[in-house]
Protein backbone atom coordinates (compact mmCIF):
# COMPACT_ATOMS: atom_id res chain seq x y z
CA UNK A 1 0.00 0.00 0.00
CA UNK A 2 1.31 3.62 -0.87
CA UNK A 3 1.00 5.79 2.11
CA UNK A 4 -2.05 8.04 0.77
CA UNK A 5 -4.18 4.35 0.85
CA UNK A 6 -3.48 3.98 4.80
CA UNK A 7 -6.19 3.66 7.05
CA UNK A 8 -4.20 5.87 9.85
CA UNK A 9 -6.67 4.74 12.44
CA UNK A 10 -6.47 0.98 11.88
CA UNK A 11 -2.82 1.06 10.65
CA UNK A 12 -1.93 3.03 14.27
CA UNK A 13 -4.08 0.58 16.14
CA UNK A 14 -2.24 -2.64 14.68
CA UNK A 15 1.01 -0.93 16.48
CA UNK A 16 -0.34 -0.04 19.23
CA UNK A 17 -1.23 -3.61 20.33
CA UNK A 18 1.38 -5.20 18.76
CA UNK A 19 3.39 -7.66 21.10
CA UNK A 20 6.57 -6.00 20.49
CA UNK A 21 4.76 -2.24 20.35
CA UNK A 22 7.01 0.56 19.74
CA UNK A 23 6.11 4.23 18.85
CA UNK A 24 8.40 4.30 16.01
CA UNK A 25 6.09 2.71 13.42
CA UNK A 26 2.89 4.82 14.49
CA UNK A 27 1.52 7.11 11.17
CA UNK A 28 2.59 10.00 12.86
CA UNK A 29 5.97 9.03 13.74
CA UNK A 30 7.10 7.76 10.35
CA UNK A 31 5.96 11.17 8.79
CA UNK A 32 7.90 13.00 10.72
CA UNK A 33 11.03 10.62 10.56
CA UNK A 34 10.57 10.27 6.73
CA UNK A 35 9.66 12.18 3.48
CA UNK A 36 8.44 8.60 2.03
CA UNK A 37 7.37 5.46 3.56
CA UNK A 38 5.14 2.73 1.65
CA UNK A 39 3.91 -0.76 3.37
CA UNK A 40 2.90 -4.56 3.68
CA UNK A 41 -0.41 -4.93 5.21
CA UNK A 42 -2.27 -8.24 5.47
CA UNK A 43 -6.04 -8.16 5.63
CA UNK A 44 -7.62 -5.83 7.61
CA UNK A 45 -4.63 -4.31 9.31
CA UNK A 46 -3.72 -8.04 10.89
CA UNK A 47 -0.20 -7.80 10.51
CA UNK A 48 1.77 -4.68 8.96
CA UNK A 49 5.62 -3.70 8.02
CA UNK A 50 6.56 -0.01 7.26
CA UNK A 51 8.77 0.37 4.28
CA UNK A 52 10.96 3.56 4.33
CA UNK A 53 12.59 4.31 1.24
CA UNK A 54 14.55 7.18 -0.81
CA UNK A 55 16.51 7.20 -3.88
CA UNK A 56 19.42 8.25 -4.75
CA UNK A 57 21.94 8.27 -8.18
CA UNK A 58 18.91 6.79 -9.82
CA UNK A 59 18.48 3.81 -6.91
CA UNK A 60 15.76 3.26 -4.53
CA UNK A 61 16.87 1.55 -1.22
CA UNK A 62 15.01 1.15 2.05
CA UNK A 63 16.49 2.61 5.30
CA UNK A 64 16.58 2.73 9.15
CA UNK A 65 15.50 6.53 9.85
CA UNK A 66 16.71 8.57 12.88
CA UNK A 67 14.99 8.15 16.22
CA UNK A 68 13.87 4.39 15.04
CA UNK A 69 16.16 2.02 16.77
CA UNK A 70 13.20 -1.15 15.61
CA UNK A 71 10.65 -1.26 12.34
CA UNK A 72 9.83 -4.66 11.10
CA UNK A 73 6.73 -6.19 10.98
CA UNK A 74 4.04 -5.37 13.78
CA UNK A 75 1.20 -8.02 14.85
CA UNK A 76 -1.32 -8.38 17.98
CA UNK A 77 0.03 -12.69 17.63
CA UNK A 78 3.47 -14.79 18.03
CA UNK A 79 5.00 -14.25 13.85
CA UNK A 80 6.56 -17.60 12.93
CA UNK A 81 9.96 -17.65 10.67
CA UNK A 82 7.87 -18.25 7.68
CA UNK A 83 5.72 -15.11 8.24
CA UNK A 84 8.36 -12.75 8.46
CA UNK A 85 10.12 -14.28 5.01
CA UNK A 86 6.80 -13.97 3.46
CA UNK A 87 6.81 -10.58 4.14
CA UNK A 88 10.21 -10.44 2.92
CA UNK A 89 9.87 -11.91 0.01
CA UNK A 90 7.38 -9.19 -0.92
CA UNK A 91 9.28 -6.43 -0.70
CA UNK A 92 8.94 -3.99 -4.27
CA UNK A 93 11.74 -5.59 -6.93
CA UNK A 94 12.33 -1.39 -7.38
CA UNK A 95 13.67 -1.35 -3.83
CA UNK A 96 17.72 -2.46 -4.57
CA UNK A 97 19.20 -2.24 -1.45
CA UNK A 98 17.94 -2.65 2.11
CA UNK A 99 19.28 -2.21 5.87
CA UNK A 100 16.67 -2.03 8.55
CA UNK A 101 16.02 -2.57 12.27
CA UNK A 102 13.60 -5.63 12.95
CA UNK A 103 11.33 -5.53 16.18
CA UNK A 104 12.37 -7.87 19.23
CA UNK A 105 9.58 -10.11 18.51
CA UNK A 106 10.79 -11.07 14.65
CA UNK A 107 12.89 -13.47 13.44
CA UNK A 108 15.60 -12.85 11.30
CA UNK A 109 14.42 -13.78 7.45
CA UNK A 110 16.44 -15.99 5.59
CA UNK A 111 16.68 -13.75 2.95
CA UNK A 112 19.65 -11.40 3.17
CA UNK A 113 21.98 -11.08 5.82
CA UNK A 114 21.21 -10.52 9.45
CA UNK A 115 22.89 -9.61 12.75
CA UNK A 116 22.25 -9.13 16.35
CA UNK A 117 22.16 -6.53 17.87
CA UNK A 118 21.46 -5.38 21.58
CA UNK A 119 18.91 -3.55 23.46
CA UNK A 120 18.54 -2.94 27.40
CA UNK A 121 14.94 -3.43 28.90
CA UNK A 122 14.10 -2.66 32.76
CA UNK A 123 10.50 -4.03 34.08
CA UNK A 124 9.42 -1.37 36.25
CA UNK A 125 7.14 -3.38 37.85
CA UNK A 126 9.07 -3.87 41.34
CA UNK A 127 9.12 -1.37 44.13
CA UNK A 128 11.68 1.09 43.80
CA UNK A 129 13.53 0.02 46.92
CA UNK A 130 13.90 -3.19 44.95
CA UNK A 131 15.12 -1.60 41.31
CA UNK A 132 17.62 0.45 43.97
CA UNK A 133 18.95 -2.91 44.75
CA UNK A 134 19.80 -3.79 41.94
CA UNK A 135 22.18 -1.01 40.74
CA UNK A 136 25.86 -1.46 39.93
CA UNK A 137 28.51 0.64 42.27
CA UNK A 138 29.32 2.67 39.29
CA UNK A 139 26.02 4.12 39.08
CA UNK A 140 25.78 4.29 43.24
CA UNK A 141 28.98 6.24 42.52
CA UNK A 142 27.17 8.54 40.13
CA UNK A 143 24.44 9.00 42.20
CA UNK A 144 26.54 9.89 45.18
CA UNK A 145 28.24 12.88 43.05
CA UNK A 146 24.46 13.93 42.01
CA UNK A 147 23.58 14.27 45.71
CA UNK A 148 27.02 15.81 46.83
CA UNK A 149 26.43 18.84 43.78
CA UNK A 150 22.91 19.42 44.60
CA UNK A 151 21.51 18.33 41.21
CA UNK A 152 17.64 18.65 40.56
CA UNK A 153 15.30 17.32 37.67
CA UNK A 154 12.74 19.91 35.70
CA UNK A 155 10.30 19.44 33.66
CA UNK A 156 10.33 23.24 32.43
CA UNK A 157 12.20 22.77 28.89
CA UNK A 158 10.94 24.28 26.03
CA UNK A 159 11.18 21.65 22.97
CA UNK A 160 13.71 24.49 21.17
CA UNK A 161 16.04 24.52 24.79
CA UNK A 162 16.51 20.93 24.89
CA UNK A 163 16.94 20.61 20.97
CA UNK A 164 19.94 23.14 21.28
CA UNK A 165 21.31 21.51 23.94
CA UNK A 166 21.24 18.13 22.43
CA UNK A 167 22.56 20.02 19.14
CA UNK A 168 25.56 21.15 20.98
CA UNK A 169 26.86 18.61 23.19
CA UNK A 170 25.18 15.30 21.31
CA UNK A 171 24.64 15.27 17.92
CA UNK A 172 28.29 16.27 16.70
CA UNK A 173 28.86 12.69 18.21
CA UNK A 174 26.26 10.47 15.79
CA UNK A 175 27.62 10.06 12.49
CA UNK A 176 25.37 11.73 9.59
CA UNK A 177 23.39 13.82 11.76
CA UNK A 178 22.48 16.95 10.02
CA UNK A 179 20.87 20.11 10.30
CA UNK A 180 17.16 18.39 8.85
CA UNK A 181 17.80 16.14 11.95
CA UNK A 182 17.57 19.18 14.49
CA UNK A 183 14.30 20.15 12.87
CA UNK A 184 13.07 15.99 12.88
CA UNK A 185 13.86 16.16 16.92
CA UNK A 186 11.39 19.45 17.28
CA UNK A 187 8.53 17.81 15.05
CA UNK A 188 9.08 14.51 16.88
CA UNK A 189 8.86 16.34 20.34
CA UNK A 190 5.95 18.64 19.77
CA UNK A 191 3.89 15.89 18.54
CA UNK A 192 4.50 13.09 21.38
CA UNK A 193 3.78 15.96 23.47
CA UNK A 194 0.61 16.46 21.65
CA UNK A 195 -0.19 12.70 22.26
CA UNK A 196 0.46 13.18 25.67
CA UNK A 197 3.02 10.80 24.91
CA UNK A 198 6.19 12.88 25.64
CA UNK A 199 8.46 13.22 28.70
CA UNK A 200 11.41 16.38 28.45
CA UNK A 201 13.25 16.72 31.43
CA UNK A 202 16.44 18.81 32.36
CA UNK A 203 19.48 18.34 35.01
CA UNK A 204 20.29 21.69 36.76
CA UNK A 205 22.83 22.22 39.54
CA UNK A 206 22.20 25.39 41.52
CA UNK A 207 23.79 27.71 39.11
CA UNK A 208 20.73 27.09 36.98
CA UNK A 209 22.97 25.22 34.65
CA UNK A 210 21.66 22.68 32.18
CA UNK A 211 23.94 19.40 32.43
CA UNK A 212 21.72 16.85 31.07
CA UNK A 213 18.89 16.88 29.15
CA UNK A 214 16.11 13.70 28.03
CA UNK A 215 13.07 13.59 25.78
CA UNK A 216 11.24 10.04 26.14
CA UNK A 217 8.33 8.55 24.52
CA UNK A 218 5.67 7.38 27.25
CA UNK A 219 4.32 4.41 25.38
CA UNK A 220 1.38 2.25 27.88
CA UNK A 221 4.15 -0.67 27.26
CA UNK A 222 7.68 1.07 27.83
CA UNK A 223 9.05 4.21 28.71
CA UNK A 224 11.61 5.16 25.62
CA UNK A 225 14.77 6.69 26.34
CA UNK A 226 14.82 8.00 23.02
CA UNK A 227 16.89 11.29 23.35
CA UNK A 228 19.65 11.23 25.82
CA UNK A 229 22.23 13.82 26.07
CA UNK A 230 24.86 15.32 28.52
CA UNK A 231 27.67 18.08 28.87
CA UNK A 232 31.00 17.30 30.02
CA UNK A 233 29.88 19.05 33.41
CA UNK A 234 27.25 16.36 33.68
CA UNK A 235 29.32 13.62 33.15
CA UNK A 236 31.66 15.05 35.58
CA UNK A 237 28.12 15.17 38.30
CA UNK A 238 26.59 11.73 37.16
CA UNK A 239 23.04 13.79 35.63
CA UNK A 240 22.26 11.52 33.43
CA UNK A 241 22.23 8.55 36.41
CA UNK A 242 20.34 11.13 38.34
CA UNK A 243 17.85 11.86 35.81
CA UNK A 244 17.61 8.12 34.98
CA UNK A 245 17.23 7.73 38.81
CA UNK A 246 14.60 10.03 38.70
CA UNK A 247 12.18 8.20 36.01
CA UNK A 248 12.44 4.88 37.57
CA UNK A 249 11.40 6.52 41.22
CA UNK A 250 8.70 7.75 39.69
CA UNK A 251 7.59 5.49 37.76
CA UNK A 252 8.46 1.97 39.57
CA UNK A 253 5.34 -0.39 40.34
CA UNK A 254 3.97 0.29 36.82
CA UNK A 255 3.44 -2.35 34.40
CA UNK A 256 5.78 -1.37 32.24
CA UNK A 257 9.24 -1.40 30.78
CA UNK A 258 11.81 1.10 30.40
CA UNK A 259 13.77 0.77 27.20
CA UNK A 260 17.26 2.19 27.19
CA UNK A 261 17.13 1.77 23.64
CA UNK A 262 20.25 -0.27 24.07
CA UNK A 263 23.93 0.85 22.56
CA UNK A 264 26.65 -1.15 20.35
CA UNK A 265 29.15 0.85 22.52
CA UNK A 266 30.55 -0.86 25.55
CA UNK A 267 30.39 1.96 27.84
CA UNK A 268 27.28 3.52 27.22
CA UNK A 269 25.58 -0.75 27.19
CA UNK A 270 27.74 -1.01 30.59
CA UNK A 271 26.04 1.99 31.71
CA UNK A 272 22.18 0.85 31.01
CA UNK A 273 22.55 -2.64 32.43
CA UNK A 274 24.15 -0.79 35.74
CA UNK A 275 20.58 -0.19 36.48
CA UNK A 276 19.49 -3.64 35.94
CA UNK A 277 18.68 -3.65 32.26
CA UNK A 278 18.22 -6.93 30.68
CA UNK A 279 19.81 -7.49 27.21
CA UNK A 280 16.95 -8.15 24.22
CA UNK A 281 17.86 -9.31 20.90
CA UNK A 282 16.80 -7.46 17.75
CA UNK A 283 17.80 -7.99 14.09
CA UNK A 284 19.63 -5.91 11.31
CA UNK A 285 18.84 -6.89 7.84
CA UNK A 286 20.51 -6.42 4.49
CA UNK A 287 19.49 -6.79 1.18
CA UNK A 288 21.68 -5.81 -1.38
CA UNK A 289 20.51 -6.36 -5.29
CA UNK A 290 22.64 -3.24 -6.58
CA UNK A 291 23.63 -4.24 -9.80
CA UNK A 292 27.17 -6.09 -9.33
CA UNK A 293 29.64 -3.37 -10.23
CA UNK A 294 28.22 -1.48 -7.27
CA UNK A 295 27.68 -4.08 -4.48
CA UNK A 296 31.56 -3.51 -3.96
CA UNK A 297 31.34 -0.52 -2.81
CA UNK A 298 27.49 -0.23 -0.44
CA UNK A 299 27.92 -3.62 1.56
Not at 67 to 80: E, H
Not at 151 to 163: D, K
Not at 242 to 250: G, I, K, T, V, Y
Amino acid sequence: MKREEIDDKRWNGCVHFALSATPYAYTWYLDNVCETWDALVVGEYKMVMPIVYAKKFGFTYCYQPFFTQQLGVYADIPLSKETIDAFFSKIPEHIQYLDCNLNESNYAPSLGESEERENFLLDLKPAYEDLKKKFSGNVLKNLKRAEKAELFVSNHLSPELFADFYLEHTAKKIPGFKKKHYYMMLRIIYHALHYKMGVLLGVYNQKQELLAVNFLIDHPQRLINLMPSSSEEGLKHGAMAFLMNNLMERNAGQNKYLDFEGSMIEGVANFYKGFGAKRVIYYRVKLNHLPKILRIFKK
